[in-house]
């Protein structure tokens, strides 16, 4: 049974940063693409970052150059560091398996006063 467990959101003021840290169990992760995810009311959950098993990374252009993906395959831990950050970045933020349609965890509530 894959768990996901975000952590690391918090209130923060625009242009400040967050680290947040995603644990999973229950799957190989070393071999699984990881990705962050976000939600805000109203809207449907958002890619805000993709690690391949290799390490490759991906973002969308709205968080491109402030946002930093990584993993930690000893720890089975994915991290998403978050620079510079904007009002429009607040959300859920949420950690899964690449394109895994479920199984979603609590996510970690970020939000960006401006």
């Known amino acids: 049974q894959v768990q996901l467990v975000e952590s690391g959101g918090g209130l923060v003021q625009a242009g400040g940063s967050l680290r947040l840290s995603c644990v999973a169990s229950?799957?190989?992760?070393?071999?699984?693409?990881m990705a962050w995810y976000r939600q805000t009311p109203g809207n449907q959950r958002e890619l805000v970052a993709l690690?391949?098993?290799?390490?490759?990374?991906n973002y969308p252009d709205s968080v491109k150059g402030r946002f930093t993906i990584s993993r930690d395959n000893a720890k089975n831990t994915v991290y998403l560091q978050m620079n510079s950050l904007k009002p429009e970045d607040t959300g859920v933020y949420y950690c899964?398996?690449?394109?895994?349609?479920?199984?979603w965890g609590q996510g970690t509530q970020v939000t960006v006063s401006s």
């Open positions: 229950g799957i190989i992760f070393r071999i699984n693409a």
């Open positions: 690690i391949g098993s290799t390490g490759s990374t």
């Open positions: 899964n398996i690449a394109g895994r349609g479920g199984g």
